[in-house]
């Protein structure tokens, strides 16, 4: 067990770098497209050729498979990167990450409307917990006078990715992780590829390249690995309680790399909201123990 929770804090440590990275992009001068490009479509080639070599049948994709893919990868996944980063322009890296992280109760309230979800107490708790931490965030950016387009394009951020994963529930239940994800991503590639047009590569210096491929190489292609091990390794469950290292690394970091200000009050929202996604999974995790003991 203890590879797969080494894995599971791995991920979670490099899909928290997206912010910190996308902020040292913007330093740089990438605009939103190019550096979305720039991430994709290195990410999508380190994927590709790494699942090529370790699970050549995991290319395999059925035409079904491939139009629902497809759905995902060039229309819902692209808006939700796009507002995420334009989030970015303006806020604080750990705003808009913890601000994304309210994703957990947005789920649970489209759960209730379109799968007839009836949470339990440890739900309810989750969401309480949640919403009180996000409610402390909010409350923190509106204290500093956030830019309030930041804060529009961080809340449409977070509530597409709600929409996005009750979608990947509906259409992708059953199907390969590892196969849906790295289409996913080539296909967001080629949507930002497209709408970007050929990068400036002329006018990128050693910084720009080192950036692009960060994005691509930590928060994508390195994250995804690592996922993949975990969940095979110790199980979704499990690997959902550590993967909330993320919104912590991206804190932590924002601090030290980027010298922003980190509040009380928004390390008690963050405290808040990690605390709201380890509860339900905890309770998961007891009622499977329970179940296996009988």
Same mark, same amino acid.
């Given at each position: 067990?203890?590879?797969g929770?080494?894995y599971a804090?791995?991920?979670?440590a490099?899909?928290g770098?997206?912010?910190i990275l996308?902020?040292?992009?913007?330093?740089?001068g990438?605009?939103?497209?190019?550096?979305? @490009?720039? /991430?994709?479509?290195?990410?999508g080639?380190?994927?590709?050729?790494?699942?090529?070599?370790?699970e050549?049948?995991?290319?395999?994709?059925g035409p /079904?498979?491939?139009?629902k893919?497809?759905?995902?990868?060039m229309?819902? #996944?692209p808006?939700q990167?796009?507002c995420?980063?334009? @989030?970015?322009?303006?806020?604080?890296?750990?705003? #808009?990450?913890?601000?994304l992280?309210?994703?957990?109760?947005?789920?649970?309230?489209? #759960?209730m409307?379109?799968?007839?979800?009836?949470p339990?107490r440890?739900?309810?708790?989750?969401?309480?917990?949640?919403?009180l931490?996000?409610?402390?965030?909010?409350s923190?950016?509106?204290?500093?006078?956030?830019?309030?387009?930041?804060?529009?394009?961080?809340?449409?951020?977070?509530?597409?990715? #709600? !929409?996005?994963?009750?979608?990947?529930?509906?259409?992708?239940?059953g199907e390969?992780?590892?196969? !849906?994800?790295v289409?996913i991503?080539?296909?967001?590639?080629?949507?930002? @590829?497209? !709408?970007?047009?050929?990068? /400036?590569?002329?006018?990128?210096?050693?910084?720009?390249?080192?950036?692009a491929?960060?994005?691509?190489?930590?928060?994508?292609?390195?994250?995804?690995?690592?996922?993949?091990?975990?969940?095979?390794?110790?199980?979704? @469950?499990?690997?959902?309680?550590?993967?909330?290292f993320?919104?912590?690394?991206?804190v932590?970091?924002?601090?030290?790399i980027?010298?922003?200000?980190?509040?009380t009050i928004?390390?008690?929202?963050?405290?808040?909201?990690?605390?709201?996604?380890?509860?339900?999974?905890?309770?998961?995790?007891?009622?499977? /123990?329970?179940?296996?003991?009988?």
């Amino acid at each position: 067990m203890g590879k797969g929770l080494i894995y599971a804090v791995a991920s979670a440590a490099c899909f928290g770098t997206l912010a910190i990275l996308t902020k040292l992009a913007y330093g740089l001068g990438f605009s939103d497209t190019e550096m979305l @490009a720039g /991430r994709f479509v290195s990410g999508g080639v380190i994927l590709l050729a790494w699942t090529a070599l370790a699970e050549p049948a995991a290319l395999r994709i059925g035409p /079904r498979t491939l139009a629902k893919v497809l759905l995902l990868g060039m229309v819902i #996944s692209p808006v939700q990167s796009w507002c995420f980063v334009k @989030a970015l322009a303006t806020l604080p890296a750990s705003t #808009s990450c913890l601000i994304l992280y309210a994703y957990p109760a947005a789920v649970t309230l489209l #759960s209730m409307a379109f799968f007839r979800l009836r949470p339990g107490r440890a739900v309810w708790s989750a969401l309480a917990l949640v919403s009180l931490g996000c409610a402390l965030v909010f409350s923190e950016a509106f204290a500093s006078h956030a830019d309030p387009a930041g804060m529009a394009y961080a809340t449409a951020a977070m509530l597409i990715f #709600s !929409v996005y994963l009750i979608l990947v529930q509906r259409l992708l239940s059953g199907e390969s992780t590892r196969t !849906v994800t790295v289409y996913i991503i080539l296909a967001v590639a080629v949507v930002f @590829a497209g !709408v970007n047009g050929p990068p /400036r590569l002329s006018a990128w210096g050693p910084g720009h390249y080192a950036v692009a491929l960060a994005l691509g190489l930590v928060p994508t292609a390195l994250a995804m690995s690592f996922l993949f091990k975990a969940i095979e390794t110790v199980g979704s @469950a499990v690997t959902s309680i550590f993967c909330t290292f993320e919104p912590v690394t991206t804190v932590v970091a924002a601090h030290f790399i980027l010298g922003e200000p980190a509040s009380t009050i928004q390390y008690a929202g963050m405290g808040l909201i990690v605390a709201g996604i380890v509860v339900p999974n905890l309770a998961l995790m007891g009622l499977r /123990r329970a179940s296996a003991t009988r």
